[in-house]
Nanobody, 120 residues
């Protein structure tokens, strides 16, 4: 059974940092494109970052967020710096057998999400 489990969310003040982790079981993360998405209350889920060899970022997070992976730990990370209140959302990681994509419908497996709240 494939599982992706996110952790590392929480409450942080604007300007602060958090590092999200997503650990896989039942799949080898290094064989997949991995993505991070987020969904704020009342809004659609949106792309944040993805990695498969090269990395892609949403314009809203470029220069502040960094996606990386540790294949030995079967884990993908999202380092979030200079957080803003508009970054508040539930963050999801996802795995895509194909290419790294900004489209959530391209992803095969999803985690349960972790809440990130940024106070002003």
């Amino acid at each position: 059974q494939v599982q992706l489990v996110e952790s590392g969310g929480g409450l942080v003040q604007a300007g602060g940092s958090l590092r999200l982790s997503c650990t896989g079981s039942g799949l080898t993360i290094s064989s997949y494109a991995m993505g991070w998405f987020r969904q704020a209350p009342g809004k659609e889920r949106e792309f944040v970052a993805s990695i498969r060899g090269i990395t892609y970022y949403a314009d809203s997070v470029k220069g502040r967020f960094t996606i990386s992976r540790d294949n030995a730990k079967n884990t993908v990370y999202l380092q979030m710096n200079s957080l803003k209140p508009e970054d508040t959302a539930v963050y999801y990681c996802a795995a895509n057998w194909g290419l790294a994509s900004r489209l959530d419908n391209q992803y095969d497996y999803w985690g349960q999400g972790t809440q990130v709240t940024v106070s002003s």
